[in-house]
């Protein structure tokens, strides 16, 4: 799936070419800082800046026969440095390397899906706005309950969405760290202003304590995040599967001219991007356990998060910035179906009134709620088993309402207009 849909902007990324690039900007910064200090001479510095590149294939093949990553990439960059490689990953220790540059590349990826959010909060917004007074069925347990526009339905998107943003910031500042504080974070071979002039370069900032390694909560935060926002696309696209049901089909994602539902049946208009979404947020959702059980290693560090991290993180990043994607088309390109929408509200034949007519019993003829309840509850059971009355015609009928309620207390309880008389307050609360 990822290979075949991802974007390449977000892939590259996770490029082994990338990642390589940012090792070898913290290998020079690290001796620009001690050249600083008068530490290096400058003319092995520009040697070092002049020389510095790498070869992915050919580190690879020497990883094979080390076993040893960081290893193989220091042992083909120092081919082509030459002897002022000496200075290179003085002090330093695998971790400080792969674990600053894992926090480089995870903040080029949120910074890219921030992008992407962005994008979808503003069709959510104007998807809000359009369909504002629309009216609609509101539903609870899958059951017809109350009118309310289908404008709110994106307006609630939009406002998931906005909290999301916030949380993947939150994650970014979260995990824009790094640490060159050698073996176990002592500072036993380098010093602390090393680490914080090359960190000030990468636009991070330094961990404050760490062991070998980041302390893996900041990558759990950063998955789970990740997750949440996947589970929202998944909520969006789930209500639009259920809204394209057959029975309704009050709106329906984009199906392209020439684009098939089914090899069987040739009627079939599918909601297939939405499922993709919905598979897809579970992969995600999947991988940020993996970050929680990353959070305990031994002591001051183990390797058993590195092999998980390699493939959850960039899996997460890319399947998020793929669905991110597809719910964005999904919306831009909605089909809304105002007749069905009209249909499907009024086909419990009035029982979404029910309510009001329940309050205004209890209000009019002085009523306990219980005496209340019952009374409505029996006519509205008549009219789910017999389909060929509704709830205000059968009412009507029943003498305990009519010394109550008259007909034209009835007609005004059966309007549309009074469910949506705050529609405009809640727009002006979200500020849309």
Known sequence: MIDRYSNPEISKIWDLENKFKIWTEIEILACEARANKGEIPFEDLEEIRKNA??????????????????????????????????????????????????????????????????????????????????????RSHGIHAEPMTLGLKFALFYTEML?????????????????????????????????????????????LIATQVINRDRHAFYLSVLAIVATSLDRMAQEIRLLQKTEGREVEEPFAKGQKGSSAMPHKRNPVVCERICGIARVIRSNANVGFQDMPLWHERDISHSSAERIVIPDSTIALDYILDKMNFVLSGIHVYPENIETTLNATRGLIYSQKVLLHLIERGNLS????????????????????????????????????????DLDEIFKLEPYLDKIDFLYKRLGI
Not at 57 to 71: F, G, M, P
Not at 178 to 190: M, Q, R
């Open 53 to 138: 590149k790498f070869n992915v294939s050919e580190i690879l093949e020497i990883e094979a026969q080390v076993h040893h990553d960081v290893i193989a990439y220091l042992t083909n960059l120092n081919s082509y440095i030459g002897p002022a490689s000496r200075h290179v990953h003085y002090g330093l220790t695998s971790s400080d390397i792969g674990d600053t540059a894992l926090c480089v590349q995870m903040v080029q990826a949120m910074d890219h899906l921030l992008r992407r959010v962005d994008t979808l909060i503003e069709t959510t917004k104007a998807l809000a706005i359009k369909y504002k007074k629309l009216p609609c069925i509101g």
């Open 369 to 408: 709620r219980e005496d209340a309840y019952t009374i409505v509850q029996e006519n509205a059971m008549y009219v789910w088993a017999n389909k060929d009355t509704d709830l205000k015609s059968k009412l009507r009928e029943d003498s305990r309402v009519e010394g109550i309620l008259t007909e034209r």
């Open 163 to 207: 909290r999301n943003k916030q949380r993947m910031v939150d994650a970014r500042k979260q995990i824009a760290v790094g640490k060159l504080s050698g073996a176990v974070g002592t500072f036993s071979n380098t010093e602390p202003d090393i680490e914080k002039y090359v960190l000030s370069k990468l636009k991070l900032e330094p961990d």
